[in-house]
């Protein structure tokens, strides 16, 4: 691998240091010129390297964009071999080289805030036509759910798998609020279900002969392997480990109860209540809503520890997919370009009128979190209404303005913003918390990390945290030593532990009157 990995570098500079050219020193136009390279496959015959790469200089001009290329393997000139309007990721040579398969996300046009990804086919030889086999399919190729067991941007493989005789492929999609394993039949395009469920397929390996090892996780178990042998019907995914069965035996949990909802212009939203474990419909429970962050993301069948502790400690949770959120086409989920934050913050009042209208919420205890996009919903959720009792926001957007100068990826397409601020400093402002936050009476708890440049603390925790505190609002800022935008799912150990016993710490002092000297105010 590390031959490999050093003649991919050497093909990636190529381009900068033609052959036969005179040796020269790095100068800073340079660092601007450099591209990278990502997931180098060598071809069954040993012949060729396949990699992903964008060789664009400064491709933030042009939005996300991203082409495969070969190499010969003792080296050689690099030829590309499929492209589409948009990136690509994740791909396959099938087992006689003669084809490639891989997941990419065409643009469109005009620009989206949200495109879903589909499964392509080409041939794998240089400037090849690909071929969208999912095209007519309106859902997540290789998509799954959000969980806070497992890193999103960790090492959880989901290969495109190849038939041995190349007629279909096998990968993962999600829809509404799952994911399971499908085949594509290269041919037609058409798909057929392997697996069928309420579970998140979290990632998965096959063996020569098709036989497929997963990871399975519902609500209530964090994940299990499953051995899956494709058949002629879709089939539950049997488990053949149990890691945590004798914890799990030991602890009261309690499984979600999925809701529908129509939201004010009609659209129906999928939402899931978590009750404690010992509810009880004839008494009055404190609720929390969470909000998931993205925005193009989803909450749904995989296990959430957040949201089991918070019921284990005596409070109903809501967790909805409003507007905007991702396994429910593509429409439903480009639906907030240009207007996020706003009605998907109706789609979740929406969601919490429709649990307490049953009537084992008591409405004078309600509390609101989330985290990045969901903090930022949290700010605003606060700022356009007092109902809430409550609210801790996480790795949260406060200032659309700074924000746009500050994260670590550009807004330089028209995808969330129509313009730069300075161009419209109207639309900034307006959908901005921060311009709103005189409004807020909500005691707020802002939960940062220190190393966070996604959402960079400046333009978030802080400017909410300095005002409140001049409004005289009951707020605190807790903010964690080395931690990323990853915190809640990656973060270090201890840090994970604390940050949720400061999240319910702070939901306890003002939902259940609970004492505690750690959040009072002088």
């Known amino acids: 691998m590390k031959a490999i990995a050093l003649l991919c570098l050497a093909a990636g500079l190529a381009a900068a240091a033609p052959s036969g050219a005179a040796k020269r020193p790095i100068t800073e136009t ?49 030829q590309r071999v499929a492209s589409i309007d948009g990136p690509i990721g994740t791909f396959s040579l099938s087992p006689d080289g003669r084809r490639v398969a891989f997941v990419g996300t065409f643009n469109g046009s005009p620009v989206r805030s949200y495109s879903q990804a589909d499964l392509w086919i080409a041939d794998a030889a240089p400037d090849s036509t690909p071929k969208n086999l999912t095209e007519a399919y309106d859902n997540d190729v290789l998509g799954g759910i959000g969980g806070d067991q497992s890193s999103p941007r960790g090492e959880q493989p989901k290969p495109i798998v190849w038939s041995k005789d ?144 918070m019921a284990a400690k005596g409070y109903v949770v809501l967790f909805t997919n409003p507007r905007g959120s991702t396994s429910y ?52 959720t606060i700022t356009q209404t007092q109902r809430f009792k409550a609210a801790v926001a996480q790795r949260d957007i406060a200032d659309w303005y700074g924000f746009w100068f500050t994260a670590d990826f550009t807004l330089f397409q028209p995808t969330w913003f129509r313009k730069a601020p300075w161009e419209d400093p109207e639309d900034f402002h307006a959908r901005s918390p921060i311009t709103h936050v005189a409004k807020v009476t909500t005691p707020l708890m802002l939960v940062l990390g220190d190393a966070d440049y996604r959402t960079p603390p400046g333009e978030g925790g802080e400017q ?59």
């Not at 071809?43 to 070969?70: C, K, M, N, Q, W």
């Not at 041919?187 to 069928?196: A, N, P, V, Y």
């Not at 207007?339 to 649990?355: H, I, T």
């Open 30 to 78: 340079d660092l601007y010129r450099f591209t990278w390279i990502a997931d180098p496959q060598i071809s069954p015959d040993g012949s060729s390297i396949y990699f992903v790469s964008d060789r664009v200089a400064e491709s933030y001009y042009t939005g996300s964009d991203s082409d495969l290329y070969r190499v010969p393997a003792a080296g050689g000139p690099i």
């Open 166 to 309: 190349g007629a279909s492929l096998v990968v993962t999609t999600a829809e509404q609020g799952s994911s399971n394993l499908k085949r594509v039949i290269v041919r037609t395009g058409g798909l057929e279900s392997i697996t069928q469920g309420q579970h998140d397929v979290v990632a998965y390996t096959a063996s020569r002969d098709g036989v497929i090892a997963a990871t399975i996780s519902t609500q209530t178990n964090i994940g299990d392997i499953a051995i899956v042998r494709p058949g002629a019907s879709p089939q539950p995914p049997a488990l053949i480990t149990h890691v945590n069965e004798a914890l799990f035996a030991e602890i009261a949990q309690s499984a979600p109860e999925e809701i529908w909802y129509s939201s004010f212009d009609g659209r129906k939203v999928q939402g899931w209540i978590l009750k404690p474990p010992d509810f009880d419909p004839s008494k009055k429970y404190p609720m929390i809503l969470e909000i998931h962050g993205g925005p193009h993301s989803a909450y749904g069948n995989v296990y959430t520890h957040e949201f089991q502790w």
């Open 329 to 380: 086409g593509q429409e439903f989920g480009n639906l907030i370009q240009f207007r996020y934050p706003g009605d998907d913050y109706k789609d979740l009042m929406a969601g919490v009128d429709e649990v307490v209208k049953r009537g084992y919420v008591d409405v004078n205890r309600l509390g609101v979190t989330g985290g990045s996009g969901g903090g930022l919903l949290t700010n605003w």
């Open 464 to 522: 909410m945290f300095r005002a409140l505190k001049y409004l005289k609002v009951p707020t605190v800022m807790v903010r964690f030593p080395r931690e990323t935008h990853e915190l809640s799912r990656s973060g270090e150990p201890m840090h994970r532990v604390e940050r949720l016993q400061h999240i319910v710490g702070w939901m306890d002092k003002w939902l259940q009157g609970r004492q505690t000297s750690t959040y009072d105010q002088p």
